[in-house]
């Protein structure tokens, strides 16, 4: 420890990076949420002339634009910085919300939605891995959680918010604009607060600064690939059980976030007001979940080591999940239907931090590429749900209660459950 360290009390900037980040997060899904509600209004679908097959297609355009640029928008970050894409990363993708607004027809809407898609696609990957760079080892699970709550909380809003403007205050265009202008002055906000590093950082003292470092390992520095390092992630086994996992896991979840009011609204013959405080109520529950998810894996991390500390919290919170889908399969009320799919949101978030930091321990100098490799996967598994829950319904489901839907879904848990057991974060992707 040097002199200087030794004299000064640890500044505190690395709190307001994570703050900032946090905020980024919110906007991520308080825009990427609040479609669900509104492609369930007549009044859009009727503007926009769209078929539920077409809606399906729209919400699954996202998730595949998403998903294929999760690896070349987590390399940009690793290449230029986080400081340069993430302020544009935020920008385009608020205008993108902007424009949805604007969408004359289904062609003009699904173009905006993949353009939507791939602007969001780099958020997670470069948040992931200035995670890394700005939180010290024992504490990145729990600041993992805390992005990742921040998130969460975008979405838990996001329903009961534009339900309660669409219903009182504005239309589906004006509540598009509304979001898509301050998610402009976030993309500002994160430019003004964040540095690539503590070194770059003029308010960040040494004493934060060795803080931050004393854990980290040679092979953590240095500068990423000149190119995305795909033949390195095709030949790691352990990082395509994350890929399936992960994959799995949007099985089950996209659901919540997707068709979610439309169930209520069709099956359990709900109001929409009373449904969009439903979606927000079981999305709230995953909250609980990510803020505690994180020091969980901390926890186990340091009584397991990385191995099982990652490995177990993901398999558990995944069996939970699992048994839960399950259960629905047998009730009846609306309000038994939410404890069960809040179980699902909650089980679900609370595995993430696991997730992140499993990426985190791996990643080496690509971090936010290996990020968006897994993510990439994973958000397969989201766009393929949208457009099978339509085909299973359509046919097989003959008494309309989606139980067979609710199959798939408790398949997508299993199947991750499964993977967790095999994930070995000590196997460094270099």
Not at 134 to 151: D, M, N, Y
Request: proline share 4%; net charge neutral.
């Amino acid at each position: 420890m040097t002199m200087e360290s030794d004299s000064e009390s640890p500044t505190r900037i690395r709190y307001h990076v994570i703050g900032a980040t946090t905020l980024a997060a919110v906007m991520l899904y308080l825009d990427r949420i609040c479609i669900a509600e509104i492609a369930k209004l007549q009044e859009f679908r009727q503007a926009l002339q769209l078929s539920d097959e077409q809606v399906g297609m729209v919400m699954s355009a996202f998730f595949f634009s998403y998903a294929l640029a999760q690896v070349p928008a987590g390399w940009l970050s690793d290449r230029f910085g986080a400081r340069r894409m993430m302020p544009i990363y935020i920008a385009v993708w608020s205008i993108c919300t902007l424009l949805t607004g604007f969408a004359n027809g289904f062609v003009m809407l699904l173009v905006v939605r993949l353009l939507f898609g791939l602007s969001q696609a780099g958020c997670y990957p470069a948040a992931g891995s200035l995670v890394k760079r700005w939180i010290e080892l024992p504490r990145r699970g729990t600041a993992s959680s805390i992005v990742s709550f921040g998130g969460r909380l975008g979405g838990a809003i996001s329903p009961l918010l534009t339900a309660w403007l669409l219903k009182d205050y504005l239309n589906w265009q004006a509540v598009l604009a509304l979001y898509g202008v301050g998610g402009l002055f976030v993309a500002v906000h994160f430019w003004r607060v964040f540095r690539e590093t503590p070194m770059q950082h003029p308010a960040c003292n040494a004493a934060e600064r060795e803080v931050i470092t004393q854990f980290d390992s040679p092979d953590d520095g240095g500068s990423s690939a000149a190119f995305p390092p795909i033949l390195t992630l095709v030949g790691s086994g352990t990082m395509w059980l994350m890929c399936a996992l992960q994959f799995g896991i949007n099985i089950g979840w996209v659901f919540l976030v997707t068709w979610l009011p439309t169930y209520l609204q069709d099956v359990k013959q709900v109001d929409a007001t009373i449904g969009g405080l439903m979606s927000t109520i079981v999305l709230f529950a995953g909250i609980g979940g990510m803020l505690l998810g994180g020091p969980l894996t901390d926890f186990c991390t340091q009584r397991l080591g990385t191995r099982w500390g990652r490995s177990l919290p993901i398999a558990g919170c995944s069996a939970v999940a699992l048994c839960a889908y399950l259960s629905c399969l047998h009730l009846e009320s609306a309000w038994s239907f939410v404890i069960a799919a809040s179980i699902v949101a909650f089980m679900t978030d609370m595995s993430v931090p696991a997730v992140w930091a499993y990426m985190q321990d791996v990643g080496g100098k690509n971090t936010a590429a290996v990020f968006g490799w897994g993510n990439m996967w994973g958000n397969f598994g989201a766009a393929v749900t949208p457009l099978l829950v339509p085909i299973v319904l359509k046919k097989w489901d003959h008494n309309g209660d989606w139980h067979e839907a609710f199959y798939l879904f408790s398949a997508g848990y299993l199947v991750a459950a499964l993977c967790a057991l095999g994930i070995n974060a000590q196997r460094k992707i270099s």
